[in-house]
């Protein structure tokens, strides 16, 4: 399953009761995929074309409009590339993301950072995250002793400027947007080295996962 297909249902239920779609995103790579995932779901009639979606991340808004600037270096059709930086509102200012807690009725909002360790997103989580009716959409891995990995594993509380706030919110994280390459997938990498390697590092990574990787390496 894509990440078009797995985060459809998840929204759809969340549009139907009337609630907020919340999205930690990583503001270079992952956002964009977000918001291409979401313009072509709209553009499929698989979500309402009338779906307000917000991008509150400068960084994000400004890794969104290299796309454009660079259309020779990526694989997205001129027609993809527009769909995809004109899906969303872009909110620059922190005016501009406090007037979202003005608004009612379905909306998606896409803010940094990925992990919930800082950033807009903790407003946005410390207001929707205590209502049942809002989804919470996790978009990528989340690190052990995050707050995206205290959401994920669904804590019932998470520690917000201070304050432990609910979590009563559905929380769905999305498998197949993961950025990160398996371990099948680095063996062949290493595999195409034509020498190998004196010594290898395992980083990013839990320490079960990291050490079988270290063994299946070692083999």
């Avoid at 291409?36 to 307000?52: E, F, M, R, T």
């Avoid at 796309?67 to 590339?81: C, G, I, S, V």
């Avoid at 680095?186 to 034509?194: G, K, Y």
Wanted: net charge positive; charged share 20%.
């Amino acid at each position: 399953v894509d990440v078009v297909h797995e985060m459809l249902e998840p929204i759809k239920k969340t549009i139907a009761r009337g609630g907020v779609v919340v999205a930690p995103v990583f503001a270079v790579g992952r956002a964009q995929a977000m918001q291409y995932a979401l313009a072509q779901l709209k553009a499929d009639g698989a979500l309402p074309s009338h779906l307000p979606v917000f991008l509150d991340s400068p960084m994000a808004i400004n890794s969104t409009a290299l796309y454009k600037r660079f259309a020779a270096e990526h694989r997205l059709a001129p027609e993809q590339t527009a769909a995809m930086c004109s899906v969303a509102q872009c909110l620059r200012t922190a005016e501009q993301s406090k007037a979202l807690a003005q608004r009612h009725g379905p909306m998606v909002i896409l803010a940094a950072s990925g992990m919930a360790t800082g950033g807009r997103v903790l407003h946005h989580l410390k207001l929707y995250a205590p209502h049942a009716r809002n989804l919470i959409l996790l978009t990528g891995f989340q690190s052990p002793g995050t707050r995206g990995a205290s959401l994920a594993a669904h804590e019932p509380s998470v520690r917000i400027h201070g304050e432990d706030i609910a979590v009563r919110a559905e929380v769905v994280q999305l498998e197949s947007a993961s950025a990160h390459a398996d371990a099948a997938q680095i063996e062949a990498w290493l595999r195409r080295m034509p020498h190998a390697p004196q010594r290898c590092f395992i980083t990013h990574g839990e320490d079960g996962p990291a050490d079988l990787m270290r063994q299946r390496i070692e083999r």
